[in-house]
Structure formats: structure tokens, C-alpha cells
């Protein structure tokens, strides 16, 4: 599937270009680092929601947990919720997923990061609902979808830039897979979302 070669294929540039600068920076961590960090982040967020060519305008909310790192990688727990401002004319998705990023440490302000997030979402169909099959066969009864709930996959890559007193840049990317009972022939869909936004992170957690 598109999406998830697209997938594959950041993941593998990213750890290409990563790999040089883990390989030389192994042994020059600082001590200060070896803390945990919490962040959060608003953002706004362009969503293609592969329905019927269907766009939404949303804003993107998350917190971040971010672990002692190891070897310049660090793992990081995130929670993210994203919600239509511009909900388009077609449908209109908001979802909440969470779970595991992976930060590359490269010694400069930019870090690359990678991350596989879980949840559920919801898709609005507006008030004149969604009528499948928009074609039914003799015999085969249409249905007006009004709203469905499903699970989400949303595996990504971006990277966060730090500025100056706690504040970061975050760009990122997201390619979701929507399933279970959705009004389509696989009753699937793959979305995805590019987001522009801000972090604040807070102060260290825990003593080096």
C-alpha cells in the first residue's frame, strides 16, 4: 500500500542519515541529559482523509514523556488528540492515539524522530449523511452513515527544532489506517495528516 511505503521508506532515510552521527557521539552524552522530560504541544494540522477526497483544517493537542536516552536514541511516550476546526464538506475525522516515538540525538538543534501511535477515531458525515452503496444493486438496500467510530494506526516521522527558553518547532507527518466498518468497499480507508506547531518543554524530571 502507498502509505505504508512511504512509511518505510522515511524510516529507512531516517536511520541513514542518523546512523554517522550515533556512531561518532556514543561516547560524549551528557550527564545532564540523563533525565526524563516532559513537553507539550499545540499545533495545526492539514488532514487528507482519503474519503472521497474529503479535507479537514484541524488543530493537533499532545504531551510528551521523554525517557533517558541511550546511545543518542531516546524513546518517548506520547499522547496526541487531533479535532476538525474546518471540517470540510464531505467528512470530518477527529481521533486520539497514543504510543511510542523514537528521537535520534544528533548534537544540533534539529532532531529527526520516527513513531507508531494506537487509538480510536471518529468520522462525521455532516447532516445530510454518507448514502452506501451509492449505487445499489437490485435487491441490495442503501444506508445513510451519519457517524462511524473506528480503530486508528498512525505511524509517522517529522522532526523538532529547538528555538530558545523551552520552545520547539515541531513538523511532522502521520499516515493512518482507518478500519472496521467504514462505508467502503474494504470498509478501510488511509489518511494522512501533515502538522505545523509549537512545543514548551517543561523542566527535567528525576536527577542525573
Known sequence: MKQDKAVLTLALLLAAISWPGIAAAQSTM???DQVMQLSAFGAASGDYTGFSGGRN???TLGIDLALPPYQRLRPTFEMRGTYPLDKG???SQKDAVGGLRLDFLLGHRAHPYGDF??????MN???GGYKYPSNPAPGIQQFTWQLSTSYVYSPGAGFDYDLRNHFVIK???QFQHWGGGLPTASGHIYSSIVTIGLVYRFGRLGMP
Open 57 to 59: 483544517l484541524s488543530m
Open 117 to 122: 501511535l494506537f487509538g480510536r477515531g471518529e
Open 171 to 173: 513538523v511532522d507527518g
Open 125 to 127: 458525515y455532516g447532516s
Open 30 to 32: 551528557p550527564t545532564a
Open 89 to 91: 464538506t464531505i467528512v
